[in-house]
């Protein structure tokens, strides 16, 4: 049985702060095959309450994860013109150890934004 799961982070670095109620939709990609697994939203930590792809659902393939940045930038600041530069922020990115611990951090502020794996 696997022991790796995966999590997230998201730091809005234009206010220094976590960025708290930003949704999150994971996905997972075989070939043309695109298959939605769950939607969560960021916590006042800036972080999901519970492991985005925990250790019973983990297995090895490509996972994309779409950070919905809009409705969480405009919140912060409503002087912001539309359309947005970043919008919903997709990071496409492959699970090759099963007992590893994945972590895709997002660092972001309206018009930039940067992510690593993480531990």
Not at 5 to 16: E, M, P, R
């Amino acid at each position: 049985m696997p022991t790796g799961y995966l999590t997230t982070h998201v730091l809005d670095t234009a206010t220094g702060q976590p960025a708290a109620g930003l949704e999150i939709q994971l996905f997972r990609i075989d070939g043309d095959n695109v298959v939605q697994i769950t939607t969560m939203k960021t916590n006042a930590d800036g972080r999901t309450d519970n492991p985005i792809l925990p250790v019973d659902d983990f297995e090895t393939g490509i996972y994309r994860l779409d950070f919905l940045a809009g409705p969480y930038l405009r919140a912060q600041n409503d002087a912001l013109i539309e359309p947005l530069f970043l919008d919903t922020i997709p990071i496409q990115f492959g699970i090759n150890d099963v007992d590893a611990h994945y972590h895709v951090p997002l660092l972001l502020s309206p018009f930039g934004y940067s992510t690593y794996r993480g531990s």
